[in-house]
C-alpha cells in the first residue's frame, strides 16, 4: 500500500528534466526522505534493458519490441525502487516514467497512446503519479541543447519528424490528464523553470517545502 508521494518529469529530448531534477532535490533538502530515480533504468536489470534499448546498433529492433522493453523495465523499476520506497513513505522523484512511453511509442512509434497505455497498465498495476511536470520544450530546441555535450542513443537519433510526433504526445497526454499533469515552459532560464516546478510541488505538498 503506497503512501509516500510520487512526481515524474517529463519532456522531449534536452527539455532539461536532469537539470531542474537535480536542482529541485537541492533545494527541498529532504536528505533520505527523497529518492531519485529514472527510467528507462532505476535498478540493475532495469538499467541492462536501457542499454539494448538505446544502443544506436540495435537498428532492426521492432516498436512493438520496443515498447515492450520499457514496460518490462518498468516493472521491474516498480519492483525494486518505486514501490518500497513509496511504501516507506518517501518522496519518489522520476526522471521520465509512463508518459514517456505514451509519447514517444503510442505517439511517436504510431502504436497508439491507448494500446500502450494498456500495456503498462499490465507492467505498472496502474501506478500513476500524484503529480507530473511536463517540461514543455519544441523538440528543435531541446535537441540543439543536447547535441553540444554527448553523443546521440538510438531514440536521439530518430529524427526530427519521430521528435515533433513525440511532441504532439506530450500535449494530448497534458490534455488527458489535466488534474495530474503540469506544463511548465521549458524555455525560460535555468532559475525560472525550477521556480515554477517548485510551486508546483508546493501547490500539491503545502507541507513539504520547507523555509526558502
Ligand atoms: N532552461 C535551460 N536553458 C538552457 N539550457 C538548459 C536549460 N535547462 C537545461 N539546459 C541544458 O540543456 C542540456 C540538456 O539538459 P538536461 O540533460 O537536463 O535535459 P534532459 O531533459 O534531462 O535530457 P534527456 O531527456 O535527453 O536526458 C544541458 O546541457 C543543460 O545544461
Ligand atoms: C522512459 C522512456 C524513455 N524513452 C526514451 C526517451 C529518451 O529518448 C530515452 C531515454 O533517455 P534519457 O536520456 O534518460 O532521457 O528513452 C522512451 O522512448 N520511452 C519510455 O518509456
Not at 521491474?76 to 511504501?87: F, G, R, S, T, Y
Not at 499533469?181 to 510541488?201: T, Y
Amino acid at each position: 500500500m503506497k503512501s509516500g508521494y510520487f512526481i515524474t518529469f517529463e519532456g522531449p529530448d534536452g527539455a532539461g528534466k536532469t537539470t531542474v531534477i537535480n536542482k529541485l532535490v537541492d533545494l527541498l533538502n529532504l536528505g533520505d526522505e527523497v529518492l531519485l530515480t529514472r527510467e528507462p533504468g532505476g535498478s540493475k536489470i532495469a538499467e541492462k534493458i536501457r542499454e539494448i534499448i538505446l544502443d544506436p546498433k540495435n537498428e532492426e529492433m521492432d516498436d512493438k519490441t520496443e515498447a515492450l522493453l520499457y514496460a518490462a523495465a518498468r516493472a521491474q523499476h516498480l519492483e525494486e525502487v518505486i514501490n518500497p520506497a513509496l511504501k516507506a513513505g518517501k518522496l519518489v522523484i522520476s526522471d521520465r516514467y509512463l508518459d514517456s512511453s505514451l509519447a514517444y511509442q503510442g505517439m511517436g512509434r504510431g502504436l497508439g497512446i491507448d494500446a500502450v497505455y494498456q500495456i503498462n497498465q499490465f507492467a505498472t498495476d496502474g501506478l500513476l503519479p500524484d503529480l507530473t511536470i511536463l517540461l514543455d520544450l519544441k523538440p528543435e530546441e531541446g535537441l540543439k541543447r543536447i547535441g553540444k555535450y554527448r553523443s546521440e542513443d538510438r531514440l536521439e537519433l530518430a529524427g526530427l519528424e519521430f521528435h515533433q510526433k513525440v511532441y504532439t504526445g506530450y500535449q494530448e497526454v497534458a490534455k488527458k490528464y489535466p488534474e495530474r499533469v503540469k506544463m511548465v515552459d521549458a524555455s525560460q532560464s535555468v532559475d525560472q523553470v525550477v521556480a515554477d516546478c517548485l510551486q508546483l510541488i508546493k501547490e500539491k505538498l503545502p507541507n513539504l517545502v520547507k523555509g526558502e
